[in-house]
């Protein structure tokens, strides 16, 4: 296999192990319908802050989420090209 491959199939792996908790597939389904600050996010979620933030915090790490300061808070969105192309691997691997 060719190294680039290589580097490829491990970036598709954390994506899909970044995706295999509950609360982080939540996360992503309640900003596929717009971007939310980190409050409401954290109160539709039902987790404590610091819980929520690591959760956050991976979604932000495996660049399937991003977010701009606005004032004080921080709004929260899908960064739609990195999670479009997690479920264009997944179509992929769907039979036909």
Same mark, same amino acid.
């Given at each position: ?17 970044? !995706?295999?908790?509950? &609360? *982080?597939? #939540?996360?992503?389904?309640?900003? /596929?319908?717009?971007?939310? +600050?980190?409050?409401? %996010? ?21 660049? !399937?989420?991003?977010? &701009? *300061?606005? #004032?004080?808070?921080?709004?929260? /969105?899908?960064?739609?090209? +990195?999670?479009?192309? %997690? ?10």
């Amino acid at each position: 296999m060719p190294k680039g491959r290589k580097a490829e199939l491990r970036d598709e792996v954390e994506g899909f192990a970044i !995706l295999s908790h509950p &609360v *982080r597939v #939540g996360i992503l389904s309640l900003l /596929a319908k717009g971007p939310k +600050n980190a409050t409401t %996010l954290r109160k539709a979620v039902g987790m404590s802050q610091p819980a929520f933030s690591y959760h956050l915090g991976l979604l932000r790490m495996g660049r !399937l989420v991003n977010g &701009v *300061r606005q #004032g004080k808070s921080v709004v929260y /969105a899908t960064d739609k090209a +990195n999670v479009k192309a %997690l479920a264009s691997v997944l179509g992929q691997l769907t039979p036909k």
